[in-house]
């Protein structure tokens, strides 16, 4: 009698698993959303520094603040064309919503070179953080600009207090 009470809690352990496993693999449709625009950067050009140019090697940018995204909603988030992400391997972006849990909202960085076409790189699921308000992931830089598509998936509108971007050069 123990062992079949014991099979039935086991088994309704793991559908419920299911549910959340499969709850949380529901994320942004960045295949039918449209590109950020397409003017990466058109028109200009880069130049490599020499001896007497100094190169920017490292930045941190505040891409947004205290700013509210209906559910269902993105919004991009441009790095300005001033800054540039050519000496950089890596770029850490971070999120703040200090009174609203950032599970539903989802972060996606596109990166282009000078005239192409932005393209998502990666897909960062936000209630992956360790904190419910507040986290950050590192990306890999695939272009000299970027923009930060910050999707917000929940039930609600979201007061996002900080969208941050940080990155070093070699």
């Keep these: ?23 949380n693999a529901q994320g942004p449709s960045i295949d039918t959303d449209p590109p950020p625009s397409q003017d990466a950067g058109a028109g200009s050009s880069f ?17 947004g603040r ?4 209906p559910p269902g909603r993105y ?12 000496w ?13 849990a ?4 989802f972060i996606v960085p596109y990166f282009a070179a000078p005239g192409a076409f932005y393209t998502a790189v990666d897909l960062i699921d936000c209630s992956q953080f360790n904190y419910f308000t507040q ?4 990306v890999p830089v695939y272009g000299t600009y970027m923009v930060v598509r910050l999707y917000n998936l929940s039930g609600g509108p979201v007061t996002y207090a900080q969208l941050m971007a940080h990155w070093s050069g070699h």
């Design 88 to 100: 950089s391997s890596h770029v850490a972006i971070s999120i703040l919503a200090p009174n609203y």
């Design 1 to 23: 009698m123990k062992m079949k009470k014991l099979t039935i809690t086991l088994s309704a352990m793991v559908f419920s698993l299911g549910l959340v496993v499969q709850a």
């Design 47 to 63: 130049v490599i520094p020499n001896a007497t140019q100094q190169a920017v090697t490292a930045g941190t940018y505040v891409l």
């Design 102 to 105: 950032l599970a539903g909202t």
């Design 135 to 138: 986290g950050g992931a590192l």
């Design 66 to 69: 205290n700013f509210i995204i």
């Design 75 to 86: 919004v991009d988030f441009k790095l300005p064309t001033t800054y540039s992400l050519d």
